[in-house]
């Protein structure tokens, strides 16, 4: 049966993020023909309907008010809900970003509804929508369902492939007013630490350094690989205590959690806490000078050898290849 | 200030896991405090050193957590508090949040502490869920927190940037790692922990109906992951290692 799904899109610095993308086809999927409905909401986001439409939504939504500047929970708890209320979707997606992590469990609980954090992938068995996510830190994973009533999920991104961006498809936009009020969360200033222009969480390739890198010019050449790449730089607890970098880079069980298509491991030992964030990437390299490195069990392919003579060979290789097709 | 924490008990990180008979194995598993959970206990008791009151820490398992709560006394927590949940064959996040509502219903709290996410089911569902049934605000992933009066100032960590955010108790936060360094427990504080107080509530002693915790959610299927094939270590000059990598990474591989 045909259903109706509702996808709750998201922005970084007036831009949408990818995984919404993802999330739309995704929903396109539960909606087995049905509507899809992207919603998105901010300060000013009139110029993200459009692509909106491109990746597959149907209908789009649109919340826009100077409160919603800032994510908070409070302000986009209440633009959500009104949403969700005036939809009255049969499913809910959102991306598993800081925005969909704080905020679904919130509608949920609102909705008393069942919620799928994470989801790595998605099928139809029948009427029912079964999701894929990993557990342990990826070490296992389970198929799960929403029992009944609502569904709800975040999808993970990096992980279910978008559609092919169609610039002929349009429609609708709805404009939804919500009277924002009562936030009892102030956002107070906005830090922004990451640098480089590529999302960890969304990048298809990273190049990590970890302990290896000796120090933080060390990076250098494994910032040279992956701006050619188009990549972004991650890196290893030990090279963030190390104060190599900062810790927003850092990848792991208590960092960020990666699925890229190419992880390339420069200088990284393998430790559990560090596979718990990247081991679930589709193709992983491991350069290390220790043969024996645990990293090189879940590698793909390896080079043992040492970084600072392997990435600028490796950058300058991809170089020839790349101009040449 | 009345101070808790809600405290998961989890497989450490280090374990194997193995399935049997379709589910996860806790066979010969070595089991810890969530690792989230140690900061949010660490910095309950570092505000009531600053602020007075008292910490109490809240679970829900089955008799086995006794281990970790008494961990979490042990640290400096005044009091424990185990849902014992044995009984119940089914439960998920809402379950655990409907229990949770249920036991803070008639209690008084200025701030409620948890991790940010467990280490095994890994949702972060539960403290976002909890603060919406109790109509309370929270804030997420924080890794500073300072209280004046009734404001709470912190930041949070938003995928690797910055956010400073103010917000009035009571309050419910969740931490990030980076909010402190959780202490070890001192042998003092491990004979001062064993007449600590450790209530024990069975969950259906709880004000809540049956069916007002029947899981939303059910798990169809656990495995692992299919066995990687041994990755190929390279051979040869390192020149042309590389040359061999870039050709396998975009021929085999197809990724670049
Ligand atoms: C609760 C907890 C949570 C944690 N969370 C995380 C986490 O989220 N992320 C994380 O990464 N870690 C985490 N850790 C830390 C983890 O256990 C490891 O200590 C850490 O990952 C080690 O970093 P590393 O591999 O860079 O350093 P090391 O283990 O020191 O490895 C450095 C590697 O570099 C190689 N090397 C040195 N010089 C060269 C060279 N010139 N060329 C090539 N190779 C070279 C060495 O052979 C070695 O294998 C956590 C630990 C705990 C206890
Ligand atoms: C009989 C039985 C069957 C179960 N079946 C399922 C199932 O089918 N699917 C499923 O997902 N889970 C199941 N569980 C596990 C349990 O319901 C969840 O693990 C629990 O809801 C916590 O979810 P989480 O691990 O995602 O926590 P998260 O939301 O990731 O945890 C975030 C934080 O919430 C707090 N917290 C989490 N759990 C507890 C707790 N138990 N007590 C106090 N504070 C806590 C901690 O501060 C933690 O850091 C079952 C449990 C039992 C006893």
């Given at each position: 049966?045909?259903?109706?799904?509702?996808?709750?899109?998201?922005?970084?610095?007036?831009?949408?993020?990818?995984?919404?993308?993802?999330?739309?086809?995704?929903?396109?999927?539960?909606?087995?023909?049905?509507?899809?409905?992207?919603?998105?909401?901010?300060?000013?986001?009139?110029?993200?309907?459009?692509?909106?439409?491109?990746?597959?939504?149907?209908?789009?939504?649109?919340?826009?008010?100077?409160?919603?500047?800032?994510?908070?929970?409070?302000?986009?708890?209440?633009?959500?809900?009104?949403?969700?209320?005036?939809?009255?979707?049969?499913?809910i997606l959102m991306p598993h970003t800081s925005m969909g992590k704080d905020l679904a469990p919130r509608l949920a609980s609102k909705l008393d509804a069942g919620l799928?954090?994470?989801?790595t992938g998605i099928e139809l068995d029948g009427e029912t929508v079964v999701f894929t996510r990993p557990i342990y830190s990826g070490k296992a994973f389970e198929k799960?369902?929403?029992?009944?009533?609502?569904?709800?999920?975040?999808?993970?991104?990096?992980?279910?492939?978008?559609?092919?961006?169609?610039?002929?498809?349009?429609?609708?936009?709805?404009?939804?007013?919500?009277?924002?009020?009562?936030?009892?969360?102030?956002?107070?200033?906005?830090?922004?630490?990451?640098?480089?222009?590529?999302?960890?969480?969304?990048?298809?390739?990273?190049?990590?350094?970890?302990?290896?890198?000796?120090?933080?010019?060390?990076?250098?050449?494994?910032?040279?690989?992956?701006?050619?790449?188009?990549?972004?730089?991650?890196?290893?607890?030990?090279?963030?205590?190390?104060?190599?970098?900062?810790?927003?880079?850092?990848?792991?069980?208590?960092?960020?959690?990666?699925?890229?298509?190419?992880?390339?491991?420069?200088?990284?030992?393998?430790?559990?806490?560090?596979?718990?964030?990247?081991?679930?990437?589709?193709?992983?390299?491991?350069?290390?000078?220790?043969?024996?490195?645990?990293?090189?069990?879940?590698?793909?392919?390896?080079?043992?050898?040492?970084?600072?003579?392997?990435?600028?060979?490796?950058?300058?290789?991809?170089?020839?290849?790349?101009?040449?097709? | 200030?009345?101070?808790?924490?809600?405290?998961?008990?989890?497989?450490?990180?280090?374990?194997?896991?193995?399935?049997?008979?379709?589910?996860?194995?806790?066979?010969?598993?070595?089991?810890?405090?969530?690792?989230?959970?140690?900061?949010?206990?660490?910095?309950?008791?570092?505000?009531?050193?600053?602020?007075?009151?008292?910490?109490?820490?809240?679970?829900?398992?089955?008799?086995?957590?006794?281990?970790?709560?008494?961990?979490?006394?042990?640290?400096?927590?005044?009091?424990?508090?185990?849902?014992?949940?044995?009984?119940?064959?089914?439960?998920?996040?809402?379950?655990?949040?409907?229990?949770?509502?249920?036991?803070?219903?008639?209690?008084?709290?200025?701030?409620?502490?948890?991790?940010?996410?467990?280490?095994?089911?890994?949702?972060?569902?539960?403290?976002?869920?909890?603060?919406?049934?109790?109509?309370?605000?929270?804030?997420?992933?924080?890794?500073?927190?300072?209280?004046?009066?009734?404001?709470?100032?912190?930041?949070?960590?938003?995928?690797?940037?910055?956010?400073?955010?103010?917000?009035?108790?009571?309050?419910?936060?969740?931490?990030?790692?980076?909010?402190?360094?959780?202490?070890?427990?001192?042998?003092?504080?491990?004979?001062?922990?064993?007449?600590?107080?450790?209530?024990?509530?069975?969950?259906?002693?709880?004000?809540?109906?049956?069916?007002?915790?029947?899981?939303?959610?059910?798990?169809?299927?656990?495995?692992?992951?299919?066995?990687?094939?041994?990755?190929?270590?390279?051979?040869?000059?390192?020149?042309?290692?590389?040359?061999?990598?870039?050709?396998?990474?975009?021929?085999?591989?197809?990724?670049?």
């Amino acid at each position: 049966m045909a259903k109706k799904v509702l996808v709750f899109a998201e922005a970084r610095d007036n831009e949408l993020r990818n995984v919404s993308f993802e999330a739309i086809a995704a929903g396109k999927e539960i909606a087995a023909g049905g509507e899809v409905i992207a919603a998105i909401a901010g300060e000013n986001v009139s110029s993200l309907t459009d692509p909106l439409f491109h990746y597959g939504a149907d209908r789009v939504i649109k919340v826009e008010d100077e409160k919603l500047k800032n994510y908070t929970s409070d302000g986009y708890g209440q633009a959500f809900l009104q949403i969700v209320q005036s939809v009255d979707p049969d499913a809910i997606l959102m991306p598993h970003t800081s925005m969909g992590k704080d905020l679904a469990p919130r509608l949920a609980s609102k909705l008393d509804a069942g919620l799928i954090s994470d989801a790595t992938g998605i099928e139809l068995d029948g009427e029912t929508v079964v999701f894929t996510r990993p557990i342990y830190s990826g070490k296992a994973f389970e198929k799960k369902k929403v029992k009944e009533g609502i569904v709800i999920a975040t999808i993970r991104p990096n992980n279910i492939t978008a559609l092919e961006s169609d610039e002929s498809r349009s429609g609708e936009v709805f404009e939804e007013s919500v009277e924002i009020k009562d936030l009892r969360t102030i956002v107070k200033e906005v830090v922004r630490k990451s640098t480089s222009g590529v999302d960890l969480s969304e990048a298809k390739v990273i190049v990590a350094g970890g302990r290896g890198v000796k120090s933080e010019e060390g990076f250098e050449p494994l910032q040279e690989l992956a701006d050619l790449l188009g990549a972004a730089v991650g890196a290893s607890r030990g090279a963030c205590d190390a104060d190599y970098c900062d810790y927003s880079l850092q990848i792991g069980q208590t960092g960020k959690v990666v699925t890229p298509d190419l992880y390339i491991a420069c200088g990284i030992s393998g430790a559990i806490q560090h596979l718990a964030g990247m081991s679930n990437s589709k193709v992983i390299v491991a350069i290390n000078k220790d043969p024996e490195a645990s990293i090189f069990n879940v590698a793909d392919y390896g080079i043992v050898g040492d970084l600072f003579e392997v990435v600028p060979l490796l950058t300058q290789e991809f170089k020839k290849v790349l101009q040449t097709s | 200030m009345n101070i808790y924490v809600i405290m998961k008990r989890t497989f450490d990180t280090e374990e194997k896991i193995v399935i049997e008979n379709g589910k996860i194995s806790e066979e010969g598993v070595e089991f810890i405090i969530n690792p989230y959970d140690e900061y949010a206990i660490e910095e309950a008791i570092q505000l009531r050193d600053d602020h007075g009151g008292e910490v109490t820490v809240v679970s829900i398992g089955d008799e086995e957590v006794e281990k970790e709560l008494r961990t979490a006394l042990a640290m400096g927590a005044d009091k424990a508090v185990l849902i014992n949940n044995e009984e119940l064959d089914d439960s998920d996040q809402y379950t655990t949040t409907a229990l949770l509502a249920a036991y803070f219903e008639d209690k008084e709290y200025d701030i409620i502490l948890g991790g940010n996410v467990s280490n095994d089911n890994s949702t972060g569902q539960i403290g976002p869920r909890l603060a919406e049934k109790l109509g309370i605000a929270y804030v997420t992933t924080i890794t500073k927190l300072d209280i004046d009066g009734t404001t709470a100032t912190m930041e949070r960590d938003v995928e690797g940037d910055m956010e400073v955010v103010e917000a009035q108790l009571p309050l419910l936060v969740t931490a990030q790692q980076g909010l402190n360094e959780p202490r070890y427990p001192s042998l003092p504080g491990i004979m001062k922990a064993k007449k600590k107080p450790l209530e024990e509530i069975d969950y259906d002693d709880l004000d809540i109906d049956e069916d007002e915790i029947e899981a939303k959610t059910e798990t169809i299927e656990v495995y692992l992951p299919p066995k990687k094939e041994a990755g190929k270590v390279l051979e040869g000059e390192i020149g042309d290692q590389v040359e061999e990598l870039v050709k396998l990474l975009r021929q085999e591989a197809k990724v670049i």
